[in-house]
């Protein structure tokens, strides 16, 4: 079945700085791959996803690019802000975008 | 109501115990899934329904986990025997149909002592 790694676990920025999360998945027929944000306590919130028709989105300071031949795709937040402080999770799914494989979690946090 | 909501919030049972947990669902959404969340971990696939049916039960650990779906709306997670490596966040998303954005609700926290 599908197999999702996520780096870096933890992730440390300074207010206004880039971060980039990195996934690679297992199974070339995924074909859909969304972003939650979580944080503590609280339910995974989509924030982007991307289908294997499209190389790259973007929404706002939020971006997401897929490379279907190395089979992994980024999140990537521009001029970051301490409420961007949370936990990500990128997933992948194969059947019908129905199920979802996660991945294992970075945890983002934002200095003022 | 506005989102997905789940009761009991938390539940806490001794182990070899039943328990059932609830999913109410975006009102029209037709797609149903159940996830467990342990700490420090993704969500992990338990089951998914479309209306009554379960589509996919791929993800359930063993038998003494069951799902039912009645009226294509509301979903009971049941555990029979609970074991303590049962304790985890137990999440409920639906989707407006199979392949929509699924939404997420805020989870029962289930704690087997």
């Known amino acids: 079945g599908e197999n999702v790694e996520q780096h870096p676990s933890t992730l440390s920025v300074q207010e206004g700085d880039s971060a980039v999360i990195k996934c690679t998945y297992s199974d070339s027929a995924s074909n859909y791959f969304p972003w939650y944000k979580q944080e503590l306590g609280k339910r995974p919130q989509l924030i982007i996803d991307i289908r294997s028709n499209v190389g790259e989105k973007k929404d706002q300071r939020i971006a997401v690019t897929l490379n279907k031949t190395a089979k992994h795709f980024s999140l990537h937040i521009t001029e970051t802000q301490p409420e961007d402080s949370a936990v990500y999770f990128c997933?992948?799914?194969?059947?019908?975008?129905?199920?979802?494989?996660f991945g294992t979690g970075t945890r983002l946090l934002v200095s003022p | 109501g506005a989102g997905v909501s789940q009761t009991p919030s938390n539940k806490v049972t001794e182990k070899g115990k039943y328990v059932e947990l609830r999913c109410d669902p975006i009102?029209?959404?037709?797609?149903l899934y159940w996830y467990r969340q342990s700490l420090g971990q993704g969500p992990e696939f338990l089951i998914y329904?479309?209306?009554?049916?379960?589509?996919?039960d791929s993800g359930l650990p063993n038998d003494r986990f069951f799902a039912v779906r009645p009226e294509g709306s509301v979903s009971t997670l049941k555990i029979q025997r609970t074991e303590r490596g049962d304790s985890a966040v137990y999440l409920c998303?639906?989707?407006f149909g199979p392949g929509g954005e699924q939404y997420f609700g805020p989870g029962t926290r289930l704690t087997v002592t």
């Open positions: 997933a992948a799914s194969t059947s019908g975008f129905q199920k979802l494989v």
């Open positions: 998303a639906s989707s």
């Open positions: 009102s029209g959404h037709t797609a």
């Open positions: 329904f479309q209306g009554t049916g379960a589509a996919d």
